[in-house]
């Protein structure tokens, strides 16, 4: 493979590592994570998301699930790579619950052998799926709260109730438990200035209820409508590492491009080291590089 970048050779070294790459020109082999979008829905508007209220209401594509046979095919074409994909993760923009067939598909990824399943969800719809879902080989559960007070919980998570996310949580937590212990659990909130003021109270009432391998972590509020977030001016992993494919078979260049706006091609007619190996990847890494 030739030398894609070769510009920086530090800045190389160090995107290597951070996705267990010898050589960052190795990125081309296959992707190393995976973000397949079971279903661009939701069933809440969230202040600060995209998919929720931040969007101003728009709903594009709304409601898709990626069709079995898409999926299946993406499934059949990650086989022979299942050892070398670090993780997939089987959510995108809106709520992976919506899609009642989000078990058997999991399925599909553990038979293939892939090791690290993640799923992240409101947690509202969970409805005693939390075995079904442990079951089917997700191994890496992420639920997001944002807040501990129920009515800014209902604020900012518009359209879910307070009770019933918090009692699904904690019967999801003694289910993991009793029947599957190695599987961490992972609570996050987003850092608005709606909670700033009780992130202490926030990580004392999640530590009462997980265990120490667990985690409870407020992450970083992303900016929407491409302000600055701030952050280190360093290029971003994810064109390098992760191929996200939204549930019409777009892929797109990564997971905060919320509408698709920068299409790399379409798995119903592509295939996936196609769009991978594509030049108009490969451009965009190099200005990752350059740029
Ligand atoms: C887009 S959601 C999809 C999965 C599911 N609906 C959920 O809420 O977990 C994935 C994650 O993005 C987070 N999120 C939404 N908007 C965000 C923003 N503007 N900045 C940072 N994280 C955000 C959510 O809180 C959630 O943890
Ligand atoms: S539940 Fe998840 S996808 Fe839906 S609006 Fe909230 S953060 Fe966005």
Request: net charge negative; proline share 3%; hydrophobic share 35%.
């Amino acid at each position: 493979m030739e030398n894609l970048y070769g510009k920086d050779p530090e800045i190389e070294k160090q995107l290597a590592e951070r996705i267990f790459l010898k050589e960052l020109k190795e990125c081309e082999r296959f992707p190393k994570y995976l973000m397949i979008e079971p279903i661009n829905a939701c069933n809440a508007r969230c202040i600060m998301c995209y998919y929720g209220a931040a969007s101003g209401g728009i709903y594009r594509d709304r409601g898709e699930i990626i069709s079995d046979e898409l999926f299946n095919a993406i499934v059949k074409q990650m086989e022979p790579h299942a050892e070398w994909i670090e993780m997939v993760t089987m959510y995108g923009r809106g709520e992976p619950l919506l899609d009642m067939g989000l078990e058997a598909k999991i399925s599909r990824l553990k038979d293939i052998g892939i090791k690290h399943i993640q799923l992240s969800t409101n947690a509202e719809l969970l409805n005693g799926r939390t075995k079904e879902l442990l079951e089917s080989g997700v191994n890496d559960l992420r639920f997001s709260v944002d807040s501990v007070y129920k009515d800014r919980y209902e604020h900012i998570r518009k359209g879910l109730s307070f009770e019933k996310v918090i009692e699904n949580i904690e019967e999801a937590i003694n289910i993991r438990n009793s029947f599957y212990p190695d599987v961490p659990i992972r609570v996050r909130g987003v850092a608005l200035e709606q909670n700033a003021d009780e992130r202490e109270e926030w990580m004392q009432f999640w530590k009462q209820r997980l265990r120490d391998s667990d985690k409870a972590e407020f992450i970083g509020y992303h900016p929407l409508h491409g302000e600055k977030d701030g952050g280190e001016d360093w290029p971003c992993i994810s064109v390098f590492s992760t191929m996200v494919i939204h549930s019409n078979g777009n892929v797109v260049l990564c997971c905060n491009d919320w509408e698709g706006n920068v299409c790399i091609g379409n798995v119903s007619s592509q295939s996936l080291i196609e769009i991978w190996r594509s030049e108009k990847l490969a451009n965009i890494r190099r200005l990752h590089i350059t740029g």
